[in-house]
């Protein structure tokens, strides 16, 4: 059953958001070539606590740093280390905060130095791609119509949809019902209700869709190593339509 939250509830998931919000400001400084992912999550993990709440990812079914950061084909779940960034790679950064009992959870992809003109491409309009299926949200649709949005402008412009990996609904627990694909098929699906929360986000590539997992379990990249993009805001319906609980 998809939970419908009070107003009070909502706050919560705001402050939570805001938090996901300034710490990804804060971090994004930091993306430079030079910089080891594990500085990344290092920084996120002390600014997180400083703001009195709780990384979400940290120890979740075992994982072991507070954010994922995942490197060019890698997609999501990518676990902080030694790894360098370099100049003209791309880096999805993803932040999940627990604050008071409720999460928030949002997803950037950055360009780090001087990166081509394609993985421009994909960050672009893997960004857009999010932002045409909230422009769907509103009371009473159905969410086919949200992931059949984000697919249909996947397609239109060449990149690769996983289809493996979903969106969700989110509030007192980081995943909650219902999983939200990135394609679909227009009015199926749940009818969406003023006060519903979920996390939509968009995970797209330079070629096909086929995953792989790392030797560490828990990173997923794309079978023919062509970079990915992610991006991802929590959101809850509104009577006119919906709010970004995670920041523009």
Not at 80 to 106: E, F, Q, R, T
Request: include cysteine; charged fraction near 25%; hydrophobic fraction near 35%.
């Amino acid at each position: 059953m998809v939970s419908i939250k009070t107003d009070e509830e909502i706050k919560l998931m705001l402050k939570a958001g805001n938090i996901v919000y300034e710490t990804h400001k804060y971090i994004e400084k930091y993306i430079k070539p030079g910089t080891t992912t594990e500085k990344l999550n290092e920084l996120a993990d002390k600014f997180i606590l400083k703001m009195n709440a709780i990384p979400s990812f940290k120890g979740y079914n075992g994982f072991p740093k507070s954010i994922c950061v995942s490197v060019n084909e890698q997609i999501v779940h990518g676990i902080p280390g030694s790894y360098i960034l370099k100049d003209g790679d791309i880096v999805s950064i993803d932040i999940g905060v627990c604050y008071n009992g409720y999460h928030g959870d949002s997803a950037y992809t950055y360009e780090v130095g001087n990166v081509d003109i394609e993985r421009k491409y994909l960050i672009e309009h893997t960004k857009k791609a999010l932002y045409e299926g909230l422009s769907e949200i509103r009371p009473g649709i159905r969410l086919g119509n949200v992931s059949s949005r984000i697919g249909e402008y996947a397609k239109k412009h060449n990149l690769g949809i996983i289809k493996e990996l979903v969106g969700h609904g989110i509030g007192k627990y980081l995943h909650e019902k219902p999983d939200i694909p990135n394609f679909g098929t227009r009015n199926t699906g749940l009818v969406l209700q003023e006060g519903m929360t979920l996390a939509i986000e968009p995970m797209l590539t330079l070629g096909s869709d086929e995953i792989c997992f790392e030797d560490d379990g828990w990173t997923i990249t794309t079978n023919d190593r062509k970079s990915a993009a992610h991006f991802e805001h929590t959101i809850v319906v509104t009577k006119e339509g919906y709010k970004i609980l995670t920041g523009e």
